[in-house]
T-cell receptor
Framework: NAGVTQTPKFRILKIGQSMTLQCAQD?????MYWYRQDPGMGLKLIYY???????DKGEVPNGYNVSRSTTEDFPLRLELAAPSQTSVYFC???????????????FGAGTRLSVL | DAKTTQPPSMDCAEGRAANLPCNHS???????VYWYRQIHSQGPQYIIH?????ETNEMASLIITEDRKSSTLILPHATLRDTAVYYC?????????WGAGTKLIIKP
């Protein structure tokens, strides 16, 4: 199993450009998450999904959009890139039906994004 | 905001036990304590979790105080590869609220 795969690994954008960060998991997990991590800080939740067709906002959703058309994929869209979106983005997943006792998330390797 | 408090950094000698403390004084009765670590900009990795009993797995041990207001993650024989940022997290709904963690440096 590949686990959680994120592409690209690195990207430089100009202000105002748009891009999609890709995330795919092959573990048949229902829950998927997008986080951002600024230098020296913990992770902040952007969006999450509890299954195909269902998404919800996290702590810092402004400037981002998501969709979930399949169980496997959960892309994150930046429409008008701003310097404040310079960060490392992590995608994670966890299985459905896991009790609150087993909120174990599996993470991808991250996408490092710079907006200049 | 994160509901946990951790020291920003700690050192430990290679081969010794690393004891990482975490305060979670506002934890409620049904909230679990989770520990993850992040090795130099990689994606976080799950270590262990617990409710009120002490827990042990192949990676670490978790000691939770009887009042559940604090916990300690123990890496029994730290190696250089254990150098990482360690996050103590109290589950909030289905979201994990991440603080800044403890940067653990293992010294040879």
């Amino acid at each position: 199993n590949a686990g959680v795969t994120q592409t690209p690994k690195f990207r430089i954008l100009k202000i105002g450009q748009s891009m999609t960060l890709q995330c795919a998991q092959d573990m048949n997990h229902n829950y998927m998450y997008w986080y951002r991590q600024d230098p020296g800080m913990g992770l902040k939740l952007i969006y999450y999904s509890v299954g195909a067709g269902i998404t919800d906002k996290g702590e810092v959703p402004n400037g981002y959009n998501v969709s979930r058309s399949t169980t496997e994929d959960f892309p994150l869209r930046l429409e008008l890139a701003a310097p404040s979106q310079t960060s490392v983005y992590f995608c994670a997943s966890r299985p459905w039906g896991a009790l609150l006792a087993k909120n174990i998330q599996y993470f991808g390797a991250g996408t490092r994004l710079s907006v200049l | 905001d994160a509901k946990t408090t951790q020291p920003p950094s700690m050192d430990c000698a290679e081969g010794r036990a690393a004891n990482l403390p975490c305060n979670h004084s506002t934890i409620s009765g049904n909230e679990y304590v989770y520990w993850y670590r992040q090795i130099h900009s990689q994606g976080p990795q799950y270590i262990i979790h617990g409710l009120k009993n002490n827990e042990t797995n192949e990676m670490a041990s978790l000691i939770i105080t009887e009042d559940r207001k604090s916990s300690t993650l123990i890496l029994p024989h730290a190696t250089l590869r254990d150098t990482a940022v360690y996050y103590c997290i109290v589950r909030s709904n289905y979201q994990l609220i991440w603080g800044a963690g403890t940067k653990l440096i293992i010294k040879p």
